[in-house]
């Protein structure tokens, strides 16, 4: 069952915003990614973080993580009409003895030049 | 470097017949996934493949469907018996090893329509 859930489910801005969204999931993890998908590309790995991390930068990307609050959330700056696609988090976690990826249903971005 | 590859790109059959879905992982990667994406969703985990070891098919939806792979190379899932909710689009990852601390690369997945 999907446990990851992303927020906003859609989001539209004008090129060269800022575009903020976030991922709340329910158990204990090890890592939470990030990746885009794209008709163009398919889906692509944007950034890791690790547990015991708090931020990491990745060009125009920032993600944060709070573990305390199980919520993730992805910053893109100076937004571009390249960025347009869904974003998905991903997190894994050990649930009844077995391994889990989960994967929240994604935020679909549009931006608008 | 190659890529992930997945065929076929599209399958359309009838309900009740069986598909095969082929993954190429991209060379050395020791793990493999395999997800259902429905129209709009997220990706559903269905199954992964550390090396020579037993797969976990804790994410298996079904016994309709199963899963092989040769060493750590091509893996095959099948779906027997098709229904229409398995239309989807079924997509195929590799990485270097298992977890989430490797990047998980993407192939371009196989759409299954189930009429």
């Known amino acids: 069952s999907q446990q990851g859930e992303e927020d906003p489910q859609a989001l539209s801005i004008q090129e060269g915003e800022n575009a903020t969204m976030n991922c709340s999931y329910k158990?204990?993890?090890?890592?939470l990614q990030w990746y885009r998908q794209n008709s163009g590309r398919g889906l692509v790995h944007l950034i890791l973080?690790?547990?015991n991390e708090r931020e990491k930068h990745s060009g125009r990307l920032r993600v944060t993580l709070d573990t305390s609050k199980k919520s993730s959330s992805l910053l893109i700056t100076a937004s571009r009409a390249a960025d347009t696609a869904s974003y998905f988090c991903?997190?894994?976690?050990?649930?009844?003895?077995?391994?889990?990826?989960?994967w929240g249903a994604g935020t679909k971005l549009i931006i608008k030049p | 470097g190659a890529g992930v590859s997945q065929s076929p790109s599209n399958k359309v059959t009838e309900k009740g017949k069986d598909v095969e879905l082929r993954c190429d992982p991209i060379?050395?990667?020791?793990?493999l996934y395999w997800y259902r994406q429905r129209l709009g969703q997220g990706l559903e985990f269905l199954i992964y493949?550390?090396?020579?070891?037993?797969?976990?098919k804790s994410g298996l939806p079904s016994d309709r469907f199963s899963a092989e792979r040769t060493g750590e190379s091509v893996s095959t899932l099948t779906i027997q018996r098709t229904q229409q909710e398995d239309s989807a689009v079924y997509l195929c990852?590799?990485?270097?090893?298992?977890?989430?601390?490797?990047?998980?690369?993407f192939g371009p997945g196989t759409r299954l329509t189930v009429t």
């Open positions: 991903a997190t894994d976690t050990y649930m009844d003895s077995n391994y889990q990826l989960i």
């Open positions: 158990t204990s993890i090890n890592n």
């Open positions: 973080i690790r547990s």
């Open positions: 060379s050395g990667h020791t793990a």
């Open positions: 493949f550390q090396g020579n070891s037993a797969p976990d």
């Open positions: 990852a590799s990485s270097f090893y298992w977890g989430l601390s490797y990047e998980q690369y």
